[in-house]
């Protein structure tokens, strides 16, 4: 492990001196340090941290790039949580402003507000338990529920079809 880190040290200097040579300059505010691995793997690996010119670069549990929560597990869960409750907040929103929003506009709005967010980056956590497709699933159907008009104790799943949108298991599977 000190071995590792060293070369990762040096890599990271030769890669800010890379930088400097072609006028880029490294954040290295912004730079974060992930160790990815089962549990196992990772329940004695002590704290990590290396130095990048007189910064200390710490490990961190869960790094966020490009909008995605990564963790050290690389399991999406708290990720796919902060999404879900996103995409929610969103949709009541939308529910309490409907009165005011032409009915032919709700499909729109929904599908460019959350849908699109919880399509992009499925490839990456496709992978989810059942448990996390489950809120994934409950998302959407709220979705369908909110552009139908449709109450929450009723099926939504013939609406799907109706509104051109794949299900969360369609979602999730097209793109493994």
């Given at each position: 492990l000190p071995q590792l880190c060293s070369r990762l040290a040096a890599e990271l200097k030769d890669e800010d001196e890379w930088c400097c040579a072609?006028?880029?300059?490294?954040?290295?505010?912004?730079?974060?340090?992930?160790?990815?691995?089962?549990?196992?793997?990772?329940?004695?690996?002590?704290?990590?941290?290396?130095?990048?010119?007189?910064?200390?670069?710490?490990?961190?549990?869960?790094?966020?790039?490009?909008?995605?929560?990564?963790?050290?597990?690389?399991?999406?869960?708290?990720?796919?949580?902060?999404?879900?409750?996103?995409?929610?907040?969103?949709?009541?929103?939308?529910?309490?402003?409907?009165?005011?929003i032409l009915d032919s506009c709700i499909k729109q709005i929904v599908e460019s507000l959350v849908i699109a967010r919880l399509r992009y980056c499925v490839s990456?956590?496709?992978?989810?338990?059942?448990?996390?497709?489950?809120?994934?699933?409950?998302?959407?159907?709220f979705c369908a529920r909110v552009v139908t008009g449709r109450r929450k104790y009723q099926h939504v799943s013939d609406t799907y079809r109706d509104l051109g949108w794949l299900t969360a298991e369609q979602l999730v599977n097209y793109h493994r």
């Amino acid at each position: 492990l000190p071995q590792l880190c060293s070369r990762l040290a040096a890599e990271l200097k030769d890669e800010d001196e890379w930088c400097c040579a072609n006028k880029v300059k490294l954040n290295t505010t912004k730079t974060a340090l992930l160790v990815v691995g089962t549990p196992g793997q990772l329940r004695d690996v002590p704290t990590i941290s290396i130095n990048l010119n007189g910064i200390l670069i710490k490990e961190s549990k869960c790094v966020k790039t490009l909008g995605v929560s990564i963790d050290r597990h690389l399991e999406f869960d708290s990720h796919i949580a902060q999404l879900t409750r996103h995409c929610t907040a969103l949709l009541m929103g939308i529910i309490h402003a409907k009165h005011s929003i032409l009915d032919s506009c709700i499909k729109q709005i929904v599908e460019s507000l959350v849908i699109a967010r919880l399509r992009y980056c499925v490839s990456v956590y496709g992978t989810c338990g059942a448990t996390t497709l489950a809120s994934i699933k409950k998302t959407m159907n709220f979705c369908a529920r909110v552009v139908t008009g449709r109450r929450k104790y009723q099926h939504v799943s013939d609406t799907y079809r109706d509104l051109g949108w794949l299900t969360a298991e369609q979602l999730v599977n097209y793109h493994r």
